[in-house]
């Protein structure tokens, strides 16, 4: 059970007094206490975990202080749709709205190989009317020989370039705590030119201790990006570890699965899971065309499989795409042969317009009352 708190009401309060003395009265029920501070309210979630059938939702509901009550299945507790769950599907960061029902690209590189490079890339994303980004730092390569990123070295400059072109939330990939320390202190170091959302990658989908930690902080949204040989069950449990750690700013990436039926694509295309996320969860969803895809073939309609597949993450209503891209992708340290180029990022937006408002046409047709925040191209 999740008792949603009135704003402003926390757990000093004599409201929160009231109803933890009754909760006392049942056996085996231990109360976590969820706060989102807002930019205005305190917002208080009481999760209610153990034997709650025992508890009256009506009886709970008519408590002073109390705004409403939500009966959870034991499946995806916090980020979860259950009955009568009028709890938000979106969030705001950095000025930027994450939502069930907008969408957002975030056209990057895959990894951050040079100034000149991530200059060129934000260059392009402001004369394109973008805010948000992909910029990796921290790369998990499958050979140890690879080159494994620049890690916090190459941070104050993408801020710092991030800032001059307006870019307001960069994705970059974390696979070890100190890398969130690393970003915060950049971030600080720098002024806060830019915000940045944490991203774990396919290979750490179920690191729990690392969702743990990620989960704890409140400062960053996650992307959480779907395992690539798991179940999608699996990896939703996974987006609720980070949950239940009090970060609900998630957004579920969708990247494609591993399994040789996919080829010749580097991943089988799992994008009819956008819907089924949304119905399942109140969380955002994401799709990966690049890693899904992994190279730059084009079909005989001269259009590329990577926009094509954009395309079928957005007419189901995807709500993020991040997008790998290079100045030259030739030269691209990580993911070369899978990046689109500057003077493609223009019709890739124009495409994401057209498909995206094919999609708003749907939702019409079939009367859905969903809000049309749309994307501005
Ligand atoms: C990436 O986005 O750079 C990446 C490594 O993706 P994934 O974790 O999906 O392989
Ligand atoms: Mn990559």
Known sequence: MIIVLKPNIDTASREYERIESHVKNFQNIEILVHNFQGTEKLLTELHLIGNTAALSVEEIRGFPGVDHVIRVSEVYRVLGRHKGDSRPNNFTYNGVTFSQDNLNVFAGLCAV??????????????????????????????????????????LPYVFELAGKYGIKVIAMEVTHEKHVDEIGDALAKTGSPTGVMLQIGTRN????????????????????????????????????????EGNQMVIFGLR??????????????????????????????CVDPSHSVGSRSRSSDNILDIMHVTAQGVITGANMILVDFHPDPGKALVDGPQALRMDELRPFLDDVAIVRQAFEQRLALFGSDKAHAGFQP
């Open 256 to 285: 494609g699965m591993k399994t040789n039926i996919g080829d010749p694509h580097r991943n089988l295309v799992d994008f009819a899971h956008v819907p089924v996320v949304k119905r399942l969860t109140r969380m955002p969803v």
């Open 205 to 244: 989908t179920q690191n729990f201790e690392l969702l743990k930690i990620v989960g704890r902080q409140q400062e960053f949204p996650v992307l959480l990006k779907r395992g690539f040989g798991i179940t999608l069950d699996e990896s939703l449990h996974a987006a609720e570890y980070l949950a239940s």
């Open 113 to 154: 190989d040079s100034p000149e490079s991530v200059e060129a890339m934000m260059k392009a994303l402001q004369e394109n009317g973008q805010v948000c980004t992909r910029m990796g730092a921290y790369k998990p390569r499958t050979s140890p020989y690879s080159f494994q990123g620049h890690g916090k070295d190459c």
